[in-house]
Structures are given as structure tokens and as C-alpha cells.
């Protein structure tokens, strides 16, 4: 038996079908060449019941979730010296105690974000805790901010891993936009291809970053306590404008820099749910460890740069702090050095993926929500959320360019969103544990409610010293996201409510009378297949045509009452030349003139449309069918019909044609007068 | 080793009930046919009786027998394996899977073998099995369903 739904559905149910991959076959030449295109960048189409859900042992999620909190460690001592470096050298003796002071800050954090692993083992991103223990409106706050912190994630990450390469080979700084550019493009397209982040290789960039900076730390401390330090190779300055006094100003700058090193903590509370059971221990204990680690590092760098009297890079093109460390460390040139920096960048671009998991992945939760246009939910043929991965990438790619590459500039932008998101988290920890009847939730909001309180000066201090320098667009930009997600929110409420049926509805046949109107240009096949698709809608079919030529006029006249003599033509002449005006003219005409006593009917304007076979076709054709069909599109109680009409179709045209003119029965003609009603 | 044990065969045919053991004995043929590369046919023989002409479009007409063949290559392609679904009408359900067997040079033949609950329990092994043992022209695989 021959099976003709096979090669594109498949039965699954009763009166249920599902499609195959041939359903979305291109067609035509031109299609298939892109199609050829898309498999070689993107990869074959993934169904949707391929999609592979992991659980991570702690060896693999440390790594994993921690690439962005960890590879922070790259960029924020380098934000400390410059912010110090203003106030000359008696200033950059205090930044141990700005490292110290920070520690003590992730550790709060890292306590804090423990309850929420342990409170939320659904995943408690700072949107999810916020909206639930908050409201709405707080919710959305800490979406805009997490939205900010994704895009600068990739961005500063992206130019920070371009600076480590610099650092080894200056002669690339020329070329750190196109650089910075092309790794966004490509973890864009590994990202579309549906790249996970739990796979084994991830693991590799942060062992191999954690492994050379731990030796590093270790070799640098010994040697400062031994005295054995060399002098730092001094990078190219450009001239300061004159040392700031030391003052509580200038060490709350380089505290609110040096304070992006708490970036991507939050991360592990937000994926609970990868982790092995039991999930929320597991999550909490690799937070904790992934804090340790951070620590180590970054005060380790701070006392090591302290020591050995290092100055920061102000000039571009200068070697980072990190590359600094490492040619007095391990040597100038030396392998180690160079995996040094190759690790530190391989970290860096590990953070930007994190970021693409992150950010489609929330605007994904946010569309779901209604807070985001719902193309944002859709997946696209490798399962990735589209969408949300192209917008990120081109806003990030656009912050590299107007930046110019610099990290230091991005900065400011970055820290805020980071700090808004710690609060709300924390704020809404506290009220969680207030309303729940857990043991211990005393302790626990007080934990919380210390980091919240923290988080809080933090990030006053942070907008109020980088206010001037971006953090001013953050401060606006978060308002703004918000009151965009809210109108898009209202939109789609306002829509479903009034699309939606009457409890219990029961729909009946409609009674309402059905009227055709075909717009034609003159007597051709197109219009002919038009004419005849409105005669199988209803009896009442009339053509229009709009002329501003009484010669042309005339001529389609005997030809139309020679051709289709029971359809009613009516010739509107437009002395003003338009075609789309006087149409719409004479629909609204048509209805003023229905019997107010009866329902309106419902006027199918039927357009001929005459298929292109050339995409340059498509520029010769159909232009004032666009138009109409654009003003006619919302006109109430009227439906727009295309009827293509294809070149392959004149063999199929001439047998009707030839069957019409053996005999076979015409329809009734139509009933309306051919004159304009009057209003 | 005998002729059921080995594995290794290079063309299949699965015969389909629209019962139960359908998806066990897909599965268990398209594990053996991803190692061995070998090719499956899905047969679904639907009786049509002698009050009807033999090209009477029944199956055409029904969802439920479509299911039958389009679940078996849903199964296949999570295995990746090439399933080609074999729709027939015929007066004789065994005689037209042995046909069909023949004809495409099949070297396996598989099919199920239905427990009944009812009256105690018992394999109903009616017609089609004995017809299919005695004239298959390959290996034939009776598979069983699980008896709890």
C-alpha cells in the first residue's frame, strides 16, 4: 500500500501528526545552496527529544561554573593598580588591603549565595529569587541587571583574553578589535550549533589556568618572603595628568574596580539543578571551593604585585598584570609564561561562554514569562536559543568596537548590574527565610540580610565613583529594560485577553453574509484564477479595477465582458493616479451601504498575485499588491486571499479552459449591481 | 553456534502486530542492525477478508495502522538505523510476511509473540507463527513478550 504521508509525517496518535526533517527542505536551487551552507556552519537539525540533559560530579562543575568567577582574577587586579596608580606609589602600597578588603567580600557573598544553592536547588538566579520573594517589578530589576552583566561578561572577557594575547605578542594590539570580533563570531556559531558547557574539554582551560596561577602564587610568595623578587619589567605609561592626592575617594575607585573580581559567583546558585544529587550540598560545598580558590589567587597576585612594586599598564598595549606576574615569575618568553597567558585567555573565553548559556537561557525564561518577545523561547534547529544568542553577541560585539578593545574603559559598565543582582538576591533571601518554617531560618536571614546590606554599599559605592567614568548608561539602561519588558508584558496580556474565548463558548456556524472583491489590473490568467477562487467563496463576486487611463479602461472592459461576462466589473477612475486609496475608498463605501439591520458582512479581497520564478523577478512584480495588501491589512471585517499565480500553471489553465469551453456548467452570475452605492 | 544465536544478518524483516511487543522486537532488531549495518523492513500485513476486494484502500484510511509502521521508524531513527516501512494487504497475514521475506531476499525474519492474561495466561501463538517456522526461507526469531 502506498503510504503518502511518509517521507514528511508520521502518525503518533490518533488525528495526530508529527513532521520530519523533509518538511523544512528547501525547494528551490537557491535555498538549497544556503541550506548546504547552514549544515557546514551549523550542523545537521537537532529534534527535540535529542536534547541531552547531564548531571556534573563537582570535579566537572567546579570548572565549569566557575570559569567566569575564577577568570576574573585575570582582569581585576590590573583595575586596582590603574585606579591606585593615579595616586603614585604611596597609593599602590594600599592594594593588598583593597585585595583584602574584597576577600572579605566574596567570602560574605559566597555565604550568602550558599543559602540560596540550599533555598532554591531548582536553580535561584537572581531574577527567580527576586520575582518570587520581591514581586514583579524587583524581578525585572534584577533581569535588566543580569541581561547587562551577560553582555559585559562577554565583552570584557573577550578583550581581556585579546589583552593576554597582546601581552605575548604585541604586534596583535593593532588588531584587537577584529580579533575580539572574530572569537565573538565564533563562539557564536559554536553556540548555534548548540556548544554545551558541561562537556569534558571546558574542564581543561581551568585546571590548566588554576594549576599555572597556583604555581605562580606559590613560587612569587616564596620568593617575596625570600626576598628573591625581581624587579617587574616596567610597561609603557602614557603621562599622568598629575598624581591625585591619596584620598578615601581614590581608594573606594579602586575598591569599586577591583570589585568586579566577585563577577560570575552567582553562577553555581543559578545551575543547581546540573549538579549531582544531593544537588543544593554539592552546589554549596563547589561554591565554596571555588571561593578558596579565587581568594588565593587574586590576594596572592595583589601581594605578589605589591612586593615586587609592579606597575600597572595605563598605556595601551601594554602588558596585563597577570603577564606581568608571569614574566617575572616563570621568565620573559618562557613556556611556562606563554601557557600562562594562553590558559588566562582560554579562561577568559570560557567565561563568555558561560555567558552564552546564561543569557538565551534567561531571556528564554523571561519570554516564557511574557516579558520578552516570544521568539526569544524558540529553539532553533541545534536546540540553542537563537535568538537570544545573536542578539548577545552582536550587542557585545558592538561594546567591543565603540570601547575600542579596552577592558579598562568597559569596566565601569560592568561591576553595577553584578552588584544589583547580589542585592536582590540577598534581599529576597532574607524575606524567603522570614516566610518559611525551615530550622535555623533566624541565622540564615541574618546571613543574608548582612550580605544584602553589604552588597548594597557596595554597589552605592561602586555607581557613585564610576558614575562618570559608564556606570551613568548602566544606572539608565536598567530602567529602561524594565519598562520595555513591562510594555511587552501588557502587550501580550492586553492580545490574550482579547483573543480569548467565553468560558464554555460554544461556537456555531456563522451566519453572516460573505461578499468578493477582486481587484484586477486588466483580463489575464492571474486574475481569471483569482476570479475563480472568489466564485468557490461566495456567490456575490465583483472585479474593481482602478484606472487612471479612460483608454486602457475601455479596452479592459470589452475584453473583461467578452471573457468573464457573469462577473460584474467596476471601473473606479482615479484622476489623482493612486491605486490604493480609491480601493479602500470603495470597500468602506461597500459597507456603509450594507442594510444596517443585518450583521456586516465579511469581504474577501481577493488578489491576484503573479509568482516570481527569479529572486530578481521579485523586483518587477507584485509592488502594488504589497501596498494593498499592507492598507488592507487590520481593515475590520475583511479578509485579504493571494491567489499565486504560477508560470508552470498554463497546461493545468488550458485544460480548464478547454473543459469550460466543451460545456461545462458556469456559475450563477453574481447578484450586485455594478454601480458605486451610495453612502 | 546455531542459527538464532548469531547475530550478524544483512537484511531483516520485522513483522508488526500493532500490539505490545511491536516496539521490543524493533528495538531489539535495530540494536543488532546498528552493530551488523544491516537493513530492517518493518512489515504491517493488515487481513483483509474475503467480503472485500484485496485493493479495497483500508489501511490508506487508517490512522492506527499508519501508527503501526511510522512508531517502528521513530524507534529505528533513535537507534540510526534505516527502517523502511513495508505497508501490505493481503488474505493471509503469514503468507504475505513469508512473500515478502522472500522477495526482498531477506536473511532474518522476526516476529512477536503476544501473552494473553486471560484464563491463566498463554502465548497465543495461532496461525501465523506455525505458517511463518514452517516456510520462512531464513533465520526466523520468535520473540516472546515478558510473561509477567
Not at chain 1, 508520521?10 to 488525528?15: A, L
Not at chain 1, 495526530?16 to 549544515?39: M, N, W
Not at chain 1, 570548572?63 to 590590573?78: E, L, R, T, V
Not at chain 1, 598624581?243 to 577591583?258: H, N, S
Amino acid at each position: 500500500m502506498e503510504r503518502p504521508h511518509s517521507p514528511y509525517f508520521r502518525y503518533t496518535g490518533p488525528g495526530q501528526l508529527t513532521a520530519k526533517e523533509a518538511t523544512l527542505a528547501p525547494k528551490s536551487g537557491g535555498g538549497r545552496a544556503l541550506e548546504r551552507i547552514r549544515r557546514f556552519l551549523f550542523g545537521r537539525r537537532l529534534a527535540s527529544e535529542e536534547e541531552v540533559t547531564e548531571r556534573l560530579p563537582k570535579k566537572l562543575a567546579l570548572p565549569i561554573f566557575s570559569s567566569d568567577a575564577i577568570s576574573s582574577s585575570a582582569y581585576a587586579p590590573d583595575e586596582i593598580l590603574i585606579a591606585l596608580f593615579a595616586g603614585g606609589a604611596i597609593a599602590l602600597q594600599y592594594s593588598v588591603e583593597i585585595a583584602l578588603a574584597i576577600a572579605v567580600m566574596l567570602a560574605i557573598v559566597t555565604t550568602s549565595y550558599r543559602q540560596v544553592c540550599r533555598a532554591y536547588p531548582s536553580g535561584g538566579g537572581a531574577y527567580a529569587v527576586a520575582k518570587e520573594n520581591l514581586g514583579q517589578i524587583f524581578g525585572l530589576i534584577a533581569a535588566g541587571a543580569l541581561m547587562i552583566d551577560y553582555v559585559m561578561t562577554v565583552a570584557v572577557s573577550t578583550t581581556s583574553a585579546v589583552a593576554q594575547a597582546y601581552s605575548v605578542w604585541p604586534v596583535i594590539y593593532d588588531w584587537r578589535i577584529e580579533i575580539g570580533i572574530a572569537s565573538i563570531a565564533l563562539i557564536t556559531i559554536g553556540n548555534l550549533r548548540g556548544l554545551r558547557e558541561s562537556g569534558n574539554i571546558f574542564a581543561l582551560p581551568t585546571y590548566l589556568f588554576l594549576g599555572l596561577s597556583l604555581l605562580l602564587v606559590g613560587l612569587g610568595v616564596a620568593r617575596a618572603l625570600t626576598g628573591q623578587l625581581p624587579s617587574p619589567p616596567v610597561p609603557p605609561q602614557v603621562p599622568l595628568p598629575g598624581a591625585e592626592a591619596l584620598t578615601l575617594f581614590l581608594l573606594l575607585r579602586a575598591f569599586a574596580g577591583g570589585s568586579v573580581a566577585l563577577t560570575g559567583v552567582e553562577a553555581i546558585a543559578n545551575g543547581v539543578p546540573a549538579f549531582k544529587p544531593p544537588e543544593a550540598r554539592n552546589a554549596a560545598n563547589t561554591m565554596t571551593i571555588m571561593a578558596i580558590l579565587l581568594g588565593i589567587l587574586f590576594v596572592g597576585f595583589m601581594f605578589i604585585a605589591d612586593s615586587m612594586g609592579l606597575r600597572p599598564a595605563t598605556a595601551g598595549g601594554g602588558p596585563t598584570a597577570i603577564a606581568q606576574l608571569g614574566t617575572a615569575i616563570f621568565g620573559d618568553g618562557s613556556p611556562l609564561f606563554v601557557a600562562l597567558q594562553v590558559a588566562t585567555a582560554l579562561i577568559l573565553f570560557l567565561a563568555v561562554n558561560t555567558s552564552f548559556n546564561a543569557f538565551p537561557r534567561l531571556a528564554a525564561i523571561l519570554a516564557g514569562d511574557g516579558y520578552m518577545p516570544r521568539q526569544f523561547s524558540f529553539r532553533g534547529d541545534r536546540l540553542a536559543f537563537s535568538y537570544g544568542i545573536v542578539i548577545l553577541a552582536a550587542v557585545a560585539g558592538l561594546l567591543i568596537v565603540v570601547f575600542q578593545g579596552d577592558t579598562h574603559l568597559l569596566i565601569p559598565l560592568y561591576s553595577v548590574g553584578v552588584f544589583v543582582c547580589f542585592t536582590l538576591s540577598q534581599v529576597g533571601m532574607v524575606r524567603h527565610w522570614i516566610t518559611s518554617r525551615e530550622p535555623g531560618r533566624r541565622w540564615r536571614a541574618a546571613v543574608n540580610a548582612i550580605g544584602g546590606l553589604l552588597t548594597f554599599v557596595v554597589l552605592m559605592v561602586v555607581v557613585s565613583v564610576k558614575f562618570e567614568g559608564g556606570a551613568w548608561l548602566v544606572v539608565v539602561l536598567v530602567p529602561l529594560l524594565v519598562a520595555l519588558m513591562l510594555f511587552i508584558h501588557r502587550q501580550y496580556a492586553t492580545s490574550r485577553r482579547e483573543l480569548a474565548l467565553r468560558p464554555g463558548q460554544i461556537i456555531t456556524r456563522p451566519h453572516r453574509e460573505e461578499r468578493v472583491v477582486v481587484p484586477i489590473n486588466g483580463v489575464s490568467r492571474a486574475v481569471v484564477q483569482a476570479i475563480n477562487v472568489g466564485r468557490s467563496i461566495s456567490d456575490d463576486v465583483r472585479a474593481v479595477l482602478v484606472s487612471d487611463d479612460p483608454n486602457e479602461t475601455a479596452e479592459v472592459r470589452a475584453a473583461w465582458e467578452r471573457a468573464i461576462p457573469d462577473v460584474p466589473l467596476v471601473v473606479v477612475e482615479s484622476p489623482y493616479r493612486a491605486l490604493t486609496g480609491p480601493l479602500v475608498a470603495y470597500l468602506d463605501v461597500l459597507d456603509w451601504a450594507w442594510p444596517p439591520d443585518k450583521d456586516a458582512p465579511i469581504t474577501f479581497v481577493v488578489i491576484p498575485e503573479y509568482v516570481p520564478r527569479h529572486w530578481w523577478e521579485r523586483m518587477l512584480y507584485n509592488q502594488s499588491t504589497n501596498q494593498l495588501r499592507r492598507a488592507l491589512l487590520g481593515r475590520p471585517n475583511t479578509v485579504i486571499t493571494n491567489v499565486p499565480y504560477r508560470r508552470e500553471e498554463p497546461a493545468m489553465f488550458e485544460a480548464a479552459s478547454d473543459d469550460h469551453s466543451r460545456g461545462r456548467p458556469m456559475p450563477p452570475p453574481s447578484p450586485p449591481s455594478t454601480t458605486l452605492p451610495r453612502p | 553456534m546455531s542459527e538464532a544465536q548469531s547475530p550478524a544478518f544483512r537484511r531483516a524483516v520485522v513483522a508488526l502486530n500493532g500490539g505490545s511487543s511491536d516496539s521490543r522486537i524493533v528495538r531489539l532488531v535495530a540494536g543488532e542492525a546498528r552493530q551488523a549495518k544491516a537493513e530492517v523492513v518493518a512489515v504491517h500485513v493488515l487481513e483483509i477478508d474475503w467480503t472485500l476486494p484485496l485493493d479495497a484502500d483500508i489501511a490508506g484510511n487508517s490512522d492506527e495502522v499508519q501508527r503501526v509502521l511510522d512508531s517502528a521508524e521513530a524507534i529505528a531513527e533513535a537507534y540510526k538505523v534505516q527502517l523502511q516501512p513495508v505497508l501490505l494487504q493481503a488474505r493471509d497475514v503469514g503468507a504475505a510476511i513469508v512473500d515478502e521475506a522472500v522477495e526482498r531476499g531477506a536473511d532474518l525474519l522476526v516476529v512477536g509473540l503476544t501473552y494473553r492474561k486471560r484464563f491463566g495466561g498463554e502465548f497465543a501463538i495461532g496461525r501465523t507463527i506455525p505458517y511463518i517456522l514452517q516456510n520462512a526461507p531464513c533465520a526466523v526469531w520468535v520473540v516472546r513478550d515478558p510473561i509477567s
